[in-house]
């Protein structure tokens, strides 16, 4: 079982990188792209400065994927196992924020790019509710809605 623990502490200053990303969002796009697709620029993106959070949702996005992508034969049974074990390694390195009531409600309200897909508006949720100043967040992600979101919201975008 993943520790769940608040996302929206601030770090000592022995913590904060000298580039000044404090935070890194793994959305699901990206961290599929590190995984499945062998996506050096995600992977790269990924494991960059700052603390690693994700939604919970993008661990479940995540696993989906990775068995999609074995009905769809293009990875084996031993090689999905092998992916899964790496995405619960990942899973452990990261801070975890649960979909809480407060994303539901913010997911439900426009973003300044539309339409947004659901799922999609629960990651830009969570990132907005992090708390953090836009400035110190890299949002890691390979889907066009969430990258020109996460922009217009102030947020660097990997």
């Known amino acids: 079982m993943v520790k769940r623990r608040p996302v929206s502490r601030a770090l000592d200053e022995a913590e904060?990188?000298?580039g000044g990303v404090l935070f890194?969002?793994?959305?699901?796009?990206g961290l599929v792209a590190a995984l499945l697709d062998e996506d050096r620029n995600a992977r790269l993106a990924i494991m960059g400065e700052g603390l690693r959070f994700a939604s919970a949702?993008?661990?479940a996005e995540a696993a989906r994927a990775l068995l999609k992508a074995r009905l769809d034969g293009r990875l084996t049974v031993d090689e999905e196992r092998?992916?899964?074990?790496?995405?619960?390694r990942f899973?452990?390195?990261?801070e975890i924020a649960d979909i809480s009531e407060?994303?539901?409600a913010r997911a439900a309200r426009p973003f300044a790019v539309e339409p947004v897909r659901t799922l999609d508006a629960i990651h830009l949720a969570t990132v907005e509710q992090l708390g953090e100043t836009p400035q110190f967040v890299a949002v890691v992600s390979r889907d066009r809605r969430v990258r020109?979101?996460?922009l217009a919201m102030g947020y660097a975008v990997e």
């Open 102 to 104: 407060s994303v539901l």
């Open 57 to 59: 949702l993008t661990f």
């Open 82 to 88: 092998a992916l899964l074990r790496r995405l619960r």
């Open 24 to 29: 890194r969002y793994i959305e699901t796009s």
């Open 16 to 18: 904060q990188p000298a």
């Open 91 to 94: 899973e452990r390195s990261c």
């Open 148 to 150: 020109e979101n996460a």
